[in-house]
């Protein structure tokens, strides 16, 4: 019984071995996780600070706690993809060397991402309130891949970074990047100074 058990055995071995399945192999193509975006809703953020926007309604407000944070530094949190978008607030105080200096400090800290990034395009933009922002797109394994500064020169500055707090390669982000971009560019249209 153990001798046929072993040609037996033998016999499927070597039609497993004969038959050379690496002629019909297809390679997968790499997948990306699916990410499902909802439509956009927006809601007013709180007067509570010298700004007001829009924003989406899946995102939290969330107060920045990094000790060099100041007033009025805030996260528009988007839990479910682990994204926020930094916003820190200054103000100007009629006074064009702060400012300068200001927008200085913002251009360094988007170019320090010269390092990974493959391509860095700014555009000015026109605001809905007749200022003018500046958004950075950037390209490349970057931590932010789009940012922002916006001013009315004299009293208010604005900057926003968009960060994510996950390892997964930006290639796979993009339709998230994508679509919180268009949640900054709405933020930008509805931006109201306060006093």
């Not at 039609?15 to 050379?20: F, I, R």
């Not at 509570?48 to 309604?57: G, K, V």
């Not at 200022?131 to 020169?153: C, K, N, R, W, Y």
């Amino acid at each position: 019984m153990i001798k046929y058990s072993l040609i037996l055995l033998s016999g499927l071995w070597l039609m497993a071995c004969g038959n050379d399945s690496s002629e019909n192999y297809t390679p997968k193509p790499k997948g990306y996780p699916r990410i499902d975006l909802p439509t956009a809703t927006y809601k007013l953020l709180e007067p509570t600070h010298p700004y007001q926007f829009e924003y989406n309604s899946i995102a939290r407000i969330l107060p920045d706690t990094f000790a060099r944070s100041e007033p009025h530094w805030i996260f528009i949190n988007y839990p479910q993809y682990h994204a926020s978008v930094q916003l820190t607030y200054k103000p100007v105080g009629d006074n064009i060397n702060r400012l300068k200096a200001m927008l200085e400090d913002s251009y360094k800290l988007a170019t320090r991402h010269n390092i990974k990034a493959y391509a860095i395009e700014e555009k000015k933009i026109r605001l809905k309130s007749g200022l003018e922002a500046s958004v950075i797109d950037l390209a490349g394994e970057v931590p932010s891949q789009v940012q922002f500064i916006t001013t009315d020169s004299t009293t208010h500055f604005l900057r926003g970074a968009l960060y994510f707090n996950t390892a997964t390669q930006n290639d796979s982000l993009q339709p998230v990047i994508q679509y919180i971009r268009k949640d900054i560019i709405h933020l930008l249209n509805t931006l109201k100074w306060r006093k």
